[in-house]
C-alpha cells in the first residue's frame, strides 16, 4: 500500500507527531493479525459519512479507509554523502510514496535547535538541499549510461532531454515537485528515475498555541511552500488530545478553537496528495470505506473487495451517499425513485459512490 514518509531536523517534533499519530492506528482493531512495523503508522481516514450510513443500515461496525506513515530517522546536513544515518535515510525515503516535512515553528528555550535558531524556511532548505542532492546523484550516475543507450537508440532523444531538464531544475536549488507544478516539467517524464523531489510534498509546521491561532504568520508559512499543501499543529496538544476519550478531545478541540485535530487534516491531505479516493459500501455487516486511486473503474475497484469481483465483473449499482441518506437508506425507495445506478466496465468511480458489485463465480 501507497506510504507517506515523515522527514524532518531532529529536535522538531517528529516523535511527538509520529507517537500521537501511532495512538490512533487502527491495524490492531480491523486486522488483529498483521504485524505492522515498529516506525509504520496505520491511522483511520476520518469520513463522517460513515457513522451516518452505520446509523442508517443499523450495524455498529465501521471500518475507515487507511493512511500509512512511515516515521524517518532526522534528517542533518550532509546526509546526501551518508552523514548521520544519511544512506539508510534515504534508502526510507525512496521508498515512500509522498513525503511529509515537518518543520519546527515552536520556540522553547529548553529544546535545542539543530541549528541554534528557529527558522523554518532555513530548515526547510536544509532538508530540501540534502533530498536535490541525492537527485543529482542519482541523474549523474544514470547520465553515461543514458547516453550510450541514446547512440544505442535503445532510448528517445526526449527522454534524455527530460533527464537534462530535471537536472537543471535540481541545480537551480529546486524540488522536481515544485517545478513540476510551476508547469516546467512533466513527473511522468523522469518518473523512470525514482526522483525523491519528484514525490509530491506536504509541510507540517509545528507551531505553538499562540502561533496556531496567527493566521497571518499562517499565511506567510503557507505561501513560502504554495503550492505544495501546508499544515499546521502542535504536536504536544496532538499528543495530549489522543489521551482523551473521544468527548474529552472534541471538547479540548472546541475550547481550543479547532474544528479537526491536526492529525485528521493531516490523514485527509496526505490520502488526497497520495492520489486516492474512496467508495463505500453498506450493510447490516458493516459499513466500509474501500480505497482506490482516482480514476479507478468499477471492476478495479470490485477487486480491491475480492479478486475474483473483479475476475467476473458484470456490473455495479451504484447510489450517492446523497441520494442514499436523502432516501434514508431504504433500497426499495432509492429503487422507486430511479436513483439506483447500474454500471458497467467503464465506469469510473466517484469518491463516496455507495456500491454493491454483481459478479459471475
Ligand atoms: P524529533 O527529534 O523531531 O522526533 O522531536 P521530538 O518529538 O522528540 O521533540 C523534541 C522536543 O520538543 C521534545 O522535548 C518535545 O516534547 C518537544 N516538542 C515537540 N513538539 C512540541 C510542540 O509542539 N511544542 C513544544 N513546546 N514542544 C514540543
Redo the contacts with the bound molecule.
Sequence with gaps: SLTIGIV???????????NALTRNNVLAENYPFATIEPNTGIVPLPDDRLPVLAKLVNTSKIVPATVTFVDIA?IVKGASEGEGLGNKFLANIREADAICE?VRA?E?DD?VHVNGKVDPADDIETINTELILADLQTIENALPKLEKDLRGKKIEPSYLAAVQKAKEILESGRTIDEAASAGEIDKADVYDLHLMTAKPFIYVF???DDELSNDELKAKLAASVAPAKAIFL????EADLTELDEADAREMLADAGLEESGLDQLARVGFDILGLQTFLTAGEKEVRAWQIHKGWTAPQAAGVIHTDFEKGFIKANVVSYDEFVAAEGSMAKIKEEGKLRTEGRDYVMADGDIVEFMFNV
Excluded at 522538531?12 to 507527531?17: A, F, I, Y
Design positions: 524532518g531536523l531532529p529536535n522538531v517534533g517528529k516523535s511527538t507527531m509520529f532526522g515537518v515552536f522553547n529544546i509545528n507551531v505553538d502542535n504536536a504536544q496538544f
